[in-house]
Antibody, heavy 120, light 107 residues
Framework: EVQLVESGGGVVLPGRSLRLSCTTS????????MSWVRQAPGKGLEWVGL??????????EYAASVKGRFTISRDDSKSIAYLQMDSLKTEDTAVYYC???????????WGLGTLVTVSS | DIQMTQSPSSLSASVGDRVTITCRAS??????LSWYQQKPGKAPKLLIY???SSQSGVPSRFSGRGSETDFTLTISSLQPEDFATYYC?????????FGPGTKVDIK
């Protein structure tokens, strides 16, 4: 059974940093791209960024709203994906979901999400 | 960036009704369109990918069709558990973008 569990969310001051982790099981982590998607309270879904598998160079892409502030990485030996969030803004407040992209760049499976609140 | 729109933004329907949601892309995305269902307080769930392919385990009452810029998600016979918000999403090019969602209420 595919499982993704996000952790690391919480309350943080504007301008500070936070690192989210996505611990996975039930599939061969190293074979697939991983994405982060967020949802602000009461709002729709927003793609944050992705990291490709090492077979595709492990390259990353980001939404314009987070580019230069957020960094996605992966540790295939531990089956964990990370989202490093720097220079956080109040508008980054959201539930952050980790997803695995197995077929045709879909978000095939999702974690339960972790809430990040950026507030003074 | 490719913009995604959905209509209607919300709808109320009765159990057993046939429901259709429309999604439109601002430019051609071929068949690179997925549909997700999100229930309150839960993570989204993939229903349909590649415009018309059903994810494993998804009830057959859910179907998708379309190509290029115009797509639809149809629920052939609405069930009480289908109360949810439905999002379309394009995977044709980054940044991947979602539609604003369609909230389905059960009458």
């Amino acid at each position: 059974e595919v499982q993704l569990v996000e952790s690391g969310g919480g309350v943080v001051l504007p301008g500070r940093s936070l690192r989210l982790s996505c611990t996975t099981s039930g599939f061969t982590f190293g074979d697939y791209a991983m994405s982060w998607v967020r949802q602000a309270p009461g709002k729709g879904l927003e793609w944050v960024g992705l990291i490709r598998s090492n077979s595709y160079g492990g390259t990353t892409e980001y939404a314009a709203s987070v580019k230069g502030r957020f960094t996605i990485s992966r540790d295939d030996s531990k089956s964990i994906a990370y989202l490093q969030m720097d220079s956080l803004k109040t508008e980054d407040t959201a539930v952050y979901y980790c997803t695995v992209m197995m077929v045709m760049l879909n978000f095939d499976y999702w974690g339960l999400g972790t809430l990040v609140t950026v507030s003074s | 960036d490719i913009q995604m729109t959905q209509s209607p933004s919300s709808l109320s329907a009765s159990v057993g009704d046939r429901v259709t949601i429309t999604c439109r892309a601002s430019q051609s995305i071929s068949y690179s369109l997925s549909w997700y269902q999100q229930k309150p307080g839960k993570a989204p769930k993939l229903l349909i990918y590649a415009a018309s392919s059903s994810q494993s385990g998804v009830p057959s009452r859910f179907s998708g069709r379309g190509s290029e810029t115009d797509f639809t998600l149809t629920i052939s016979s609405l069930q009480p558990e289908d109360f949810a918000t439905y999002y379309c999403q394009q995977s044709f090019s980054t940044p991947f973008t979602f539609g604003p969602g369609t909230k389905v209420d059960i009458k």
